[in-house]
C-alpha cells in the first residue's frame, strides 16, 4: 500500500500541477476570448436549461479557486510548519463548503 501512495505522489510532483495551478494569471484568463467566449456560452446554456444546481457548482469551484490564491492562505504554511491559529477558519469554511455541496447534490430534489 505505501508501495502505491508513493507512487501517486511520485507522479502527482512530477506532473507540477501545484505549480500550474498558482502560477494562473486570473486576470488575463478572464480576458482571454479562447477562455471567456465558451465559459460564457457554457453559464448561458445552463441558465437556458435551467441548470441552477451546475451553475452554483461553478461558483463554488470558482471561489474555492480564487480564496486558495488570497495572501491568507500563503500564509498557511511558514518555514514547512502549519500555522494553528489560521487553520480553523480554512477546516469551518471547507466544511460548510462540503456541506452545501453534499445538500446540493443528495438534500433536494430538483
Do not use: C
Not at 13 to 34: M, R, Y
Not at 66 to 92: C, H, R
Request: aromatic share 14%.
Amino acid at each position: 500500500m505505501a508501495d502505491i501512495v508513493k507512487a501517486v505522489t511520485d507522479w502527482f510532483d512530477s506532473t507540477k500541477l501545484h505549480e500550474q495551478i498558482t502560477d494562473v494569471d486570473a486576470a488575463g484568463l478572464f480576458s482571454n476570448p479562447w477562455f471567456l467566449v465558451p465559459f460564457i456560452g457554457i453559464i448561458l446554456y445552463l441558465l437556458y436549461k435551467k441548470n441552477f444546481k451546475d451553475i452554483l457548482l461553478i461558483g463554488i469551484l470558482m471561489g474555492v479557486w480564487w480564496v486558495s490564491g488570497t495572501d491568507y492562505m500563503a500564509t498557511l504554511v511558514i518555514d514547512n510548519e502549519l500555522q494553528m491559529d489560521k487553520i480553523l477558519p480554512v477546516v469551518f469554511g471547507g466544511a460548510a463548503t462540503l456541506g452545501l455541496v453534499i445538500y446540493i447534490f443528495f438534500g433536494r430534489s430538483d
